[in-house]
């Protein structure tokens, strides 16, 4: 369990003595020859009670971790609300049974952590965290041994690829770093895919395949990793690789909406045409009937190939005549 962030930031500041072998070599020595088991912790107390309990049976809580950095962290939490509560903390670094030097604290904050940077030191076998929780003439140690084999925190994966291919996300990556000599079955992976997915873990892979992957969507694919449960070392998370952002590109479209685009298209620049352009459209889907002049209608009347150029003649007048009768006017008397 991470109590705190592991790199030199610290919680509370601790004044931190390193104290030569020479001067604390009866006490280290004491301590690294004792016979503590790795993953218990030795609990003692002013009534001469001394047990040897589960990690996650102990009320307070602290770890050390090793992370790809070099970097050993060790951190605890006290909760006590008790002001008069004093606090050291001692480490002590053993090869064997063999002290090579410690870190001391005298009065330690209740919640704090140390880190060391061991790049310039040689790793030791085992490190010894030894916590003193005293008030008045009351006390009680918490005394944990870690073998540093087994604190180093994994690397994210390496070289995570991540890609969409005939509608899928294709992703594959290489094992983490470690100092250990681990087999890629040893290894627990979280994935996360962004907002559109939850996260998947699996184990002893190095590729998935996420169907139906969303062609709208862009996918930020991240990964961290631990070692399974059947492989001996630090059961806490790496930290979250750096995003691999994938996105389905431009021209990459679905075939529906090729399909769809192909016949739509046409179809609506055809009907714009057709609203442009109605009446010329209408003249040549349906054409007038053609009507000749009268010249052509009476060369067509004749059946006279050789008049095909004179005008036909005018049309003949008809005459109205009129007649008048005149009568003779009557001279005889009537009685």
């Known amino acids: 369990m991470k109590l705190f962030p592991a790199h030199p930031t610290l919680w509370a500041t601790l004044l931190v003595l390193w104290v030569s072998q020479s001067v604390t070599e009866d006490n280290n020595l004491d301590v690294c020859q004792e016979d503590i088991d790795v ?7 002013s009534t001469a009670m001394e047990d040897h309990v589960e990690k996650t049976d102990v009320e307070e809580k602290f770890i050390c971790l090793l992370y790809p ?5 060790c951190s605890w939490s006290f909760d006590t609300s008790e002001k008069d509560i004093q606090l050291s903390v001692h480490m002590s670094f053993c090869d064997e049974d063999t002290a090579v030097h410690s870190l001391y604290n005298s009065s330690a904050e209740r919640v704090g952590s140390v880190s060391l940077d061991l790049s310039e030191h040689k790793m030791h076998h085992y490190v010894i965290l030894h916590l003193n929780m005293s008030q008045h003439n009351e006390w009680k140690t918490y005394t944990d041994k870690y073998d540093m084999e087994l604190l180093e925190v994994l690397s994210p994966p390496q070289n995570i690829s991540a890609s969409i291919k005939d509608g899928a996300l294709h992703i594959t990556w290489d094992v983490p770093h470690s100092r250990s000599d681990f087999s890629p079955r040893c290894f627990t992976y979280e994935l996360d895919m962004g907002d559109q997915e939850e996260t998947k873990i699996f184990t002893d892979k190095q590729s998935y395949t996420e169907p139906n992957a969303d062609p709208s969507s862009t996918y930020k694919v991240r990964m961290r990793t631990v070692l399974a ?23 990459k479209l679905n075939h529906v909406v090729i399909v769809s685009i192909s016949l739509g298209l046409p179809m609506i620049l055809l009907a714009m045409l057709l609203l442009v352009c109605h009446q010329r459209v209408s003249k040549v889907l349906f054409p007038p009937i053609p009507r000749p002049p009268a010249k052509y209608k ?4 004749k059946s006279d190939a050789f008049n095909f150029f004179h005008p036909a003649p005018p049309a003949k007048t008809e005459e109205e005549i009129t007649e008048v009768e005149e009568t003779e006017p009557n001279t005889e008397k009537s009685f």
């Not at 993953?39 to 107390?45: A, E, K, T």
């Not at 950095?69 to 962290?73: H, M, V, W």
């Not at 009476?298 to 009347?301: C, G």
Request: charged share 20%; aromatic share 12%; with cysteine.
């Open 69 to 73: 950095t070099n970097i050993l962290n």
């Open 39 to 45: 993953g218990l912790v030795r609990v003692q107390d």
């Open 298 to 301: 009476y060369f067509l009347e």
């Open 229 to 251: 449960d059947t492989c001996h070392g630090s059961p806490e998370w790496s930290d979250w690789s750096q995003a691999v952002t994938v996105e389905q590109s431009a021209y």
